[in-house]
């Protein structure tokens, strides 16, 4: 092959996945004198579409052009253009052309991005419910890899993962995790958000996150791959997932009060009082106004508890709600919120993106254990000594297209998830609604 | 203007609305119906001042019932931040003198309390104390509430009430079919008996329903699970669980079944394409591979003129092809 691109430091069609981040790339030629090539993006119909810049000093643009020396390498970058993710697998593709205006070379790729629930094309929600079922479905030596992220949300992890500074850090790994072992199965897949402030038709639908009849077992039709979904909460029977909607309404004083199923489909979360701008809006000062972490994650109680104990069922109770696969969209969102809250407030870095700067991992002076910056996590650190829990295994990280977080991810690795403040820090996802702040991007 | 700019403008709008909203929800001159509506605009009181006028009105008995119910919503925050708080709410709860509209609010505020305050985990013995006590008392919609939240902790006595009222109905604390639901967060050896009865003997279809679901565990049920799976007098839905239930104690049995319902020309075609959306996710990678039948559902998404039985023929035969 006389030109070679690399996208995140691979040929290989794996690594050619791309959000709003910059990513590296370089374009390799083998033959003997310079070639002056340009390189643009030529999207499928509806495809995904990415910009072109030379270096981190440079504003991106629609095209690169680049001179190639003889057997020579030449680096760049492309990001996602905000706005325009794809929806199918390398629905795009970056072409090489030379000056005569041949078309030397073609590297498909797609730009994946987490997106509305609600919003997606029939074609991603099926893929993404394909990969949750295949990923909780008995594989090859008997193991279920969904068990592994059941048993990271147990009752003894509850107070490792809930009611602490590091809820919001700690389930951005969790949900990151999840994301990467469906990525595995398929690598077109990302994790979908529910907007629980805003009603739902696409989602709350026998297709997709089921119906639930009179009695709270939910309801899907014969094609949704999650007829096939099982429990995998120690102890429990077999369960179909329990989702009921309840409403309770008051009438006059006097009068008794009555549940009700509400409509997700044409209602907000019942509990949620918050919606996405108050949620913002936690993260400010009553008196002065000023923004910071502490006071935002407040949020844990109203939207992301609300949103829980807006149902009865599996997804009203810490230990259980991940036998819901609501439960996975309802914390896409919740990390929605808070990536939403740092676009806006600058919350990236620094004491006022987090307040616990520093380690307390097994300090004995320190009783916080896994809540600072420094701190590695739970489980992934495999420290399954008390008082950390022992119900999952742990392990290293799950790999993906960029190299952060490292294998034992701290919870600082988690603030910057979109290499705003440094390029290496890229988590390697992004979504629909949250921007990216880097030079000459629209 | 920027996007960012823009979102910071609304943010700072809904923060004038939201005060508005809550101005007239405390403003005691307001029609009871305008402050219930200004409830949903207030989102969880912020400032001291809110967070005590939200407390003076959940304690004081004089105030409609309705707008207490609303002032604990707009407290989650504050509760979780107090541990005299939850114990007070607590006690709240439990007292069978307040209204239930109240009570209700109350144990929503409590759940969400208990997913996600630290002050709370002390307070849980005592939470489930009076959710059982609830259990018992006369108010069907607040019992409602003790149950599920009961039987997702495990609960011990709720466990014993559920399968007490599956054999004994005038006992019943709900009806079977959701009895049976809640049991299976937790399924203890001892209910395995008692679903198996209700399968021979059903007190309705929804009951005999959940329980053969709930015996995909039991390898004594496995003939069952089979019998019910190819029985063509069966409900299609009844049918399709059996067949994942088997997935769970005989998968290779499982296959051989669902295998023969897909290959059944007679059988209802949603039910076909259940099996076929159930062998596409469940079947084992061990599995022995009968190029006959992989065969038959290549060409059968050309043949029928059913769109699920046609959906999951393709993309069982573009799983099998990898």
Redesign the interface.
Known sequence: MPIEMEINGSTAPRSAYVTWASSACAITQTENEELTVTLRNEPEPGGGRVRFRASAADDYADELTVTLPAGGRVAFQIAGRFGSPSTRDRDTAIVVVDDAGNERHRKPLMVRIRKNANHLTEDERDRFL?AM??LN????GGLIPFLDVQNMHTAQAD?EI???PS?LPWHRAYVLDLERRLQAIDASVTLPYWRFDQPNPFVFDRDFMGVP?D???LDF?????L??W??R?A??????I?RYNFL?I?GP?GT????RPFDPATARAV?V???Q??T???G?D?VTGDHAFDRFR?M???P???A??SF???I?????APADPLFFLLHCNVDRLWA?WQ??HDGYGGPRAYELVGQGDRVPTVPRLGDFADDTMWPWNQDRQPPRPNTAPGGAFPPGVVSAPRPTPTVGEMLDFQGELDPASDLGFGYDDV?IDHGGQP | MS??DD??R??EG??TK?AEATQRFFDDACDVEDRLAAA?S???F??DENIRRGWAMVADAEH???LR?AAV??L??AL?EEPDRIAEAIDKLADDTE???LR??LL?AL???F????A??SYRPQYLNVLRKIVEEQ?P?LR??AL??LA???DDYVQRRLIEGLKTPERALC?P??AI?L?????HHD?VPVLRDIVASPPNA?SKR?AL?????DAQSAPTLEKVALDGEEIPEVR??SA??LF?SD?SRAVAVTRKVVEDESADD??R??ML??LT??T??DAEVDAAFDGYVAELEGKTSSE?LA??AR?YTSRRRG
């Open positions: 394909s079922v295949r479905t008995v594989g090859v107070p809930h009611q602490r809820f009849t009695s709270g077992e039709t014969a094609t949704n791959p007829i096939n099982v429990s909460v102890g429990s029977g077999n369960p179909r329990r309770v008051f004083p008794d009060p009555q549940i509990a009082s918050n919606g701008l108050d913002v809006n936690l400010a009553p407040q844990e109680g109203d992301h508890g609300a829980h104990v009865f069922g599996q009203s109770s810490a230990a259980t939403r676009w806006l921007e | 996007d960012r979102e910071l609304a943010a809904v923060r939201q949903s207030c989102g969880t912020q400032s409609d019932p309705r119910a919503n707009g989650v925050h979780a209204p239930e509209a209700v609010g929503v759940q969400n309390t997913f996600s305050s630290s709370s985990s108010l919609q409602k509430f599920e939240y997702l902790a495990g009806e079919e959701v639901q049991l299976a967060n937790d399924l209910a929804a959940e679901r709930n015996l995909a565990s399709h669980l994942v239930g769970q998968p949603e039910l394409a259940a959306n159930t996710h469940l084992p990678p699920p959906k999951m993309l």
